[in-house]
């Protein structure tokens, strides 16, 4: 089977942010599952660089536009390569064939009577590249999308006959209720053209920067509206009106979009389709918009979240993961560090992670480990069968883009595993020489391990290979047809012992602040090293290495911190060192310390000091801190380490 998926082609003014991650991350998911499932697949992304505003972001700079787009389209390229996005094309509506498809395409709807020649008057605007009737515009003209002032265009135009794919429009959607995604979007679209089409302005002269009309049309003044241009992209990427060696892949099988473009595929781009006579796409997928910590994110703010910042700090596949699990396909979604670092923290780390170090740890110890599948189906059919039943419900999911139930059921494998784990208890079993029982659950956790990473592997491909690759296989189109299609079970084999794929995260690891707001640490000169052969340190008051060793310092985790009451000085903590209970320190730093801002954080604690009373209450540590003219700070790890941890 073909299978055609594509993305929006992104606007050149400006960089790439995590809304535009998540589509594209989205549609790589669908492209690397339809290709593992075997079907021919097209993944087609890229960059959308012709319009007024494009136009008027280059003229600010002072570049040319096409050295501006030049660049641009270049930073959404890098940053999908960076990501390892499967894209099979990358289209930029600047390339000389994508404008002579648009051109093929205009000339055919001409011909055919959807096109034709007046004067348009109207409020424009130039964010969205779109007219307005007055009767949408907000109190004082404001654009009804973005909100930024209109203008009254009157030019000569010519016009697509819109209106005449009306009722087409309403007869398709009803046959084909799949078509809008969700469904829930559906009815919008419905009662938006049930409220009546006007024939849409498909040409400008008020801008030069765009695709201009076929020459046998003789109106050099006239570029094409950008919407036209940019929609013709996803079948002149496949060489429509020019070479058409693709075009095999057409319909498309899902175009993805956010809900603010959804209008313009799921009524303009059809229509434009029904008029050029090609097929229409299966499903138009609109999803929702991302915000941060709870607000929308925009520039001024200085609050957008760079998703190569996210993916440095955190890695691609588990942001991948965290933004394809954490919403409901079609809702809109919040990012933040917290509910990421939860997700990591709590599915991959806990459920996903764990398993594999268990199932490592158990076979190192009963069978040098090597696991064999042998006695699997005879102690742990029910197991297998309860994971099979999920496995092969997957798929449903993903035809509905519900990425997050998809991953949500993927993970009851998981819980089948670590239950089998406490359930049969393999350690009670070697004990009691039931090797054959204990080494069977080992066996069925490795398999459905296997399993569900070949499931997962789309959406964490590289994570999944490396799982795979410890499991003795790898994750391709025959593996997925042995595995989950003829649920088949994994050859004998030598597990490797792995570090552990998802070290917890404890604390946000990126800056919270705009990036504008961060300082750039200072460039510091490096004078070059010398070796020092004789120390000029006094040998006065020194100590001995084991000396210093019988002071005990250690990782300490605020757990409380209280104000005492009558001191201005003191404050009183409760602080984790790794023991049954926590200690308590009073220390004096309330003069630079409130309580609250330390709860939660780590120290640094002298935790074999005698116990000792200050203000009459029990002091069981010492903090480190450091003073000096400016003030006192605490001394704490760089980064976050388990409490108790010792330092030295
Ligand atoms: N160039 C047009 C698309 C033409 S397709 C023929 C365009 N470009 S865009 O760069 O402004 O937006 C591209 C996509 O990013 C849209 O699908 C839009 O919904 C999505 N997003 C922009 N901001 C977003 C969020 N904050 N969250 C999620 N997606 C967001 O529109």
């Known amino acids: 089977m073909k299978n055609y998926i ?51 972001a280059a003229k600010k700079l002072e570049k040319p536009t096409q050295e501006f787009a030049d660049e641009i389209s270049a930073t959404f390229r890098n940053l999908w390569d960076e990501f390892d996005i499967s894209y099979d094309q990358f289209i930029r509506t600047t390339d000389e064939t994508h404008k002579k498809g648009v051109q093929a395409a205009f000339l055919k709807m001409h011909e055919n009577g959807d096109i034709y020649k007046d004067f348009y008057e109207g409020n424009y605007c130039v964010s969205c590249e779109s007219f307005f009737p007055e009767s949408q515009l907000m109190d004082g003209g404001g654009c009804p999308d973005c ?33 809008i995604l969700p469904k829930s979007r559906r009815n919008e679209v419905i009662s938006f053209v049930k409220g009546g089409l006007n024939d849409l302005s498909v040409t ?17 003044k006239h570029v094409m509206y950008v919407w036209l241009d940019a929609l013709m992209n996803y079948v002149t990427a496949l060489g429509y009106g020019s ?30 389709l029904m008029s050029l006579g090609l ?36 890695g691609v596949e588990n942001f991948r993961y965290f933004m394809m699990r954490e919403v409901p396909f079609g809702q809109d979604g919040d990012f933040s560090q917290r509910a990421l670092i939860d997700r990591m923290n709590s599915d991959l780390s806990n459920d996903l992670g764990n398993l594999l170090n268990r199932i490592i740890g158990m076979s190192e110890k009963y069978s040098d480990f090597v696991i064999d599948s042998i006695n699997v189906e005879k102690y742990h059919s029910k197991e297998l069968d309860d994971a099979h039943t999920i496995l092969s ?67 964490m491909p590289s994570t999944t290979a490396t799982i795979a690759d410890a499991l003795g296989f790898e994750i391709t189109t025959e593996s997925y047809t042995k595995l989950i299609l003829n649920k088949g079970l994994l050859d004998t084999f030598t597990i490797k012992k792995i570090p552990p794929l998802f070290p917890r995260v404890d604390e946000p690891l990126m800056q919270e602040a705009p990036k504008a707001m ?52 003191l404050l009183k903590l409760q602080v984790d060192l790794g023991e049954d209970s926590p200690r308590q320190i009073i220390a004096g730093i309330r003069e630079y310390y409130s309580a609250e801002s330390l709860i939660g954080t780590q120290v640094c604690v002298v935790a074999n000091l005698k116990p000792a009373k200050l203000m009459g209450m029990l002091s069981e540590g010492m903090i480190l801190a450091a003073k000096d003219a400016d003030g006192l700070c605490l001394i704490r790890p760089e980064k976050t380490r388990l409490s108790g941890s010792s330092v030295g």
Request: aromatic share 10%; net charge negative.
């Open 279 to 314: 097929p229409l796409p299966k499903h138009i997928g609109a999803h929702g918009w991302w915000t941060r910590d709870g607000e929308k994110m925009s520039k001024s703010k200085g609050n957008v979240v760079d998703p190569r910042e996210v993916s440095k700090h955190y």
């Open 147 to 179: 909100g930024r002032a209109t203008t009254i265009v009157k030019e000569e135009s010519y016009f697509f006959r819109l209106s005449k794919y009306e009722k087409p429009l309403l007869e398709y959607y009803e046959a084909h209720p799949e078509f």
């Open 204 to 220: 400008r002269t008020s801008f030069s920067w765009g695709v201009h009309l076929p020459e046998s049309l003789n109106e050099p």
């Open 6 to 56: 594509t993305t929006p082609i992104y606007y050149v003014n400006g960089e790439a942010h995590i809304g535009h991650a998540y589509t594209t991350f989205i549609a790589d998911t669908l492209a690397r599952h339809s290709r593992l499932i075997g079907n021919e697949t097209y993944f087609l992304t890229g960059t959308d660089e012709h319009g007024q505003k494009i136009e008027e």
């Open 518 to 569: 961060i300082e750039e640490a200072p460039k510091v000169e490096h004078p070059v090293l010398e070796d020092k052969k004789e120390s000029t340190v006094s040998l006065e008051g020194l100590i001995t290495i084991d000396q210093f060793f019988q002071t005990s310092l250690k990782i300490g985790t605020v757990l409380n911190a209280q104000e005492v009451p009558k001191s201005s000085k």
């Open 393 to 459: 419900s997957l798929e449903n999911y993903l035809g509905e883009l519900q990425l997050h139930r998809y991953l949500e059921e993927l993970w009851k494998v998981f819980t089948i595993g670590n239950k089998a784990i406490e359930e049969h208890a393999p350690w009670v079993k070697i004990k009691e020489g039931r090797n054959d029982e204990a080494l069977a659950t080992v066996a069925l956790v490795a398999n459905l391990l296997a399993k569900a990473s070949v499931m997962l592997h789309s959406i």
């Open 243 to 272: 070479d058409e060696a693709k075009m095999d892949f057409w319909p498309a099988n899902v175009q993805l979009v956010g809900k603010d473009i959804l209008r313009f595929h799921a009524i303009y781009w059809p229509a434009f």
